[in-house]
């Protein structure tokens, strides 16, 4: 990414890694299956006859069990329409992507494992900024991005420059520079995925497909200004903040590259892109089909710090004793009953997932 921050989940298999808190990320890509089989019966259905061979992507893969979900999906959809038509399998090349320091000893291990149980699919790793080119021209069919591409290339430059904190503790001065701060965000996101698509439609066939999700807000709802990941981080370091724990100066420097945007927002960034049509969009409740025990405070806080560990780190330094803090934090924060459940209905997010399909 253009940003110098250090954007990537903790790796490993630890008590704190990626790998054994995302259990609702998992649950968010099981919502795509339909719209990633979908994306493949169209696909192979506008084919003369089937092709011999197929490429897909998976954009932000991260590390841990929810690396080849995506992947899983689109290859057994591919298998289960070759069956259907009772055509003979048909060769699959799968790539897995994420920036460069990502956990990629695990992914690699992983997708040894997958391509010896599909004797039929190749694979590879494919480090790199997905605001970036990835592929060469014409060589994709579908691409497929989870919990992703809410993450910026940057943090608004702007805010940077002028010194604008991006979450002042003083809640009327954060009031007084909602608008300023929010505006900066999505003119960032609006920028980042207008280039996101770009690249792709380069990078897709002729009618390829590419099916994403990423946290969000519903078009009704009042900007926040944050996904409410970032929502809840922000109030765990400015309660760190008023104990003394982290510097305040060291604070209002910190801009994590994150944004939700309005499932309409999101509709206008693709239409006038112009290059995809829309063949789907739907606005999800992140936690509707998740237990509630999965929502508790100890669980929420190992969530947020296998997310935001790493960038937490770089900025405020002191690896451990902070995040031990951090955690610590936000469990007083939260044990009070309802206090949890209060800051998630304050701080409503939802998952936007698209399917789209490139222009001819």
């Given at each position: 990414?253009?940003?110098?921050?250090?954007?990537?989940?903790?790796?490993?298999?630890?008590?704190?890694?990626?790998?054994?808190?995302?259990?609702?990320?998992?649950?968010?890509?099981?919502?795509?299956?339909?719209?990633?089989?979908?994306?493949?019966?169209?696909?192979?259905?506008?084919?003369?006859?089937?092709?011999?061979?197929?490429?897909?992507?998976d954009l932000g893969c991260s590390s841990g069990p929810n690396a080849l979900t995506l992947v899983s999906i689109s290859v057994d959809a591919i298998?289960?329409?070759?069956?259907?038509?009772?055509?003979?399998?048909?060769?699959?090349?799968?790539?897995?992507?994420?920036?460069?320091?990502?956990?990629?000893?695990?992914?690699?291990?992983?997708?040894?494992?997958?391509?010896?149980?599909?004797?039929?699919?190749?694979?590879?790793?494919?480090?790199?900024?997905?605001?970036?080119?990835?592929?060469?021209?014409?060589?994709?069919?579908?691409?497929?991005?989870?919990?992703?591409l809410h993450w910026l290339s940057e943090a608004p430059?702007?805010?940077?420059?002028?010194?604008?904190?991006?979450?002042?503790?003083?809640?009327?001065?954060?009031?007084?520079?909602?608008?300023?701060?929010i505006g900066a965000y999505a003119r960032q996101f609006r920028k980042d995925f207008k280039l996101f698509l770009e690249l792709r439609a380069k990078e897709l066939v002729?009618?390829?497909?590419?099916?994403?999700?990423?946290?969000g807000r519903r078009s009704e709802e009042p900007a926040a200004e944050f996904t409410h990941a970032w929502e809840s981080v922000a109030l765990i370091l400015s309660d760190m903040v008023s104990k003394g724990v982290i510097n305040k100066a060291k604070f209002d420097t910190f801009y994590i590259p994150i944004y939700g945007p309005s499932d309409e927002e999101l509709r206008g960034i693709i239409q006038a892109e112009g290059s995809f049509s829309i063949r789907e969009m739907?606005?999800?409740?992140?936690?509707?089909?998740?237990?509630?025990t999965l929502i508790s405070s100890s669980k929420m806080a190992s969530l947020l710090r296998a997310g935001f560990e790493p960038i937490i780190v770089q900025h405020f330094g002191s690896s451990g004793e902070i995040m031990d803090e951090f955690v610590r934090t936000a469990e007083r924060r939260w044990n009070q009953q309802g206090s949890l459940e209060a800051e998630l209905a304050r701080n409503r997010r939802v998952i936007l997932v698209v399917s789209l399909k490139k222009k001819v």
């Open positions: 990414m253009a940003s110098e921050q250090t954007v990537h989940m903790n790796g490993g298999q630890g008590d704190t890694s990626y790998a054994r808190n995302s259990s609702l990320q998992n649950a968010e890509q099981s919502r795509m299956r339909p719209l990633i089989a979908e994306a493949i019966a169209d696909l192979l259905r506008a084919s003369a006859s089937l092709p011999r061979s197929m490429v897909v992507a298998r289960g329409q070759c069956l259907r038509s009772q055509q003979p399998p048909v060769e699959v090349c799968v790539f897995l992507n994420d920036l460069p320091d990502n956990d990629f000893n695990m992914v690699v291990k992983s997708l040894v494992a997958f391509q010896q149980s599909n004797r039929s699919v190749v694979t590879g790793v494919i480090p790199g900024s997905f605001y970036g080119r990835l592929f060469t021209s014409g060589s994709l069919h579908l691409v497929s991005s989870a919990n992703s430059e702007e805010l940077r420059r002028n010194k604008i904190p991006a979450y002042d503790i003083d809640e009327h001065v954060r009031r007084g520079r909602r608008r300023v701060v002729a009618g390829g497909r590419l099916v994403v999700s990423l946290a739907q606005v999800n409740e992140p936690t509707s089909n998740v237990e509630s």
